[in-house]
């Protein structure tokens, strides 16, 4: 079984962006298997009944993508770095 990409002729730049993301995945895909379950998000995409992010999220679930996250990083104010520093300085002096 051959599964055919979907053409869709569309001017809504959202859907314009999801429709490429569509046909790399397409064109990466293995098995008629995943073209179909492809086929199906994007058809369900153009219906309205899921949301883009969820699009996307499907789309990318096949694999493992990598999901950016923020690390919070911790900062002091130079007097109170100084001050730190003086009592670890200070503690190691008298041991």
């Known amino acids: 079984m051959d ?3 979907i053409d869709f002729d569309v001017n809504d730049f959202k859907f314009r962006t999801a ?3 569509y ?3 397409f064109g990466e895909a293995g098995s008629d298997e995943e073209k179909l379950e492809i086929n199906e998000l994007i058809t369900v995409l153009k219906e309205g ?3 883009y992010p969820d699009f996307y ?3 990318r679930g096949r694999d493992k993508w990598y999901r950016f996250h923020r690390t919070r990083i911790s900062t002091t104010r130079k007097y109170a770095y100084r ?3 003086q009592k670890k300085a200070r503690i190691e002096r008298h041991k």
Do not use: W
């Open 83 to 85: 001050k730190n520093q």
């Open 19 to 21: 429709y490429e993301n």
């Open 57 to 59: 999220k499907n789309l």
């Open 49 to 51: 009944e899921i949301s």
């Open 23 to 25: 046909e790399e995945a």
């Open 3 to 5: 599964v055919e990409k």
